[in-house]
């Protein structure tokens, strides 16, 4: 069964940087999709930055187009989110989630919350102003 193991997180002032790390273990086979997900209390869970099947470029929400960098290994097993020029509205959990399909599916794009059926333990992230 494949864990999720997430790391890094905390607190930082409004313009500082944060970096996360994510690991997946405990199977030995490539994810369809990998990426960071984040919620406020009372809010809904707003998707992030992930990395799919069939696409080259990875998907980063509005809000932190520009500012976020996310990286992953080729086999899509482990991510990274680089934070930069954070605000407090950054300030939520961070879950780092991932797909792993039948092998039949490996070529299932990811392209909402929904298609994610692995996620971590999440982290949390608080900026102050």
């Known amino acids: 069964q494949v864990q999720l193991v997430e790391s890094g997180g905390g607190s930082v002032r409004a313009g500082g940087s944060l970096n996360l790390s994510c690991v997946a273990s405990?199977?030995?086979?490539?994810?369809?999709?990998i990426g960071w997900f984040r919620q406020v209390a009372g809010k809904e869970r707003e998707e992030v930055a992930f990395f799919t099947v069939g696409s080259k470029s990875p998907y980063y929400g509005e809000s932190v187009k520009g500012r976020f960098t996310i990286s992953s290994d080729n086999r899509r097993n482990t991510v990274n989110l680089q934070m930069t020029s954070l605000n407090p509205e950054d300030s939520a959990v961070y879950y780092c989630a991932a797909a792993y399909y039948a092998p039949w599916e490996y070529g299932r794009p990811c392209r909402v919350e929904g298609d994610f059926n692995v996620w971590g333990q999440g982290t949390q992230v608080t900026v102050s102003s």
């Open positions: 405990g199977y030995r086979k490539d994810s369809n999709c």
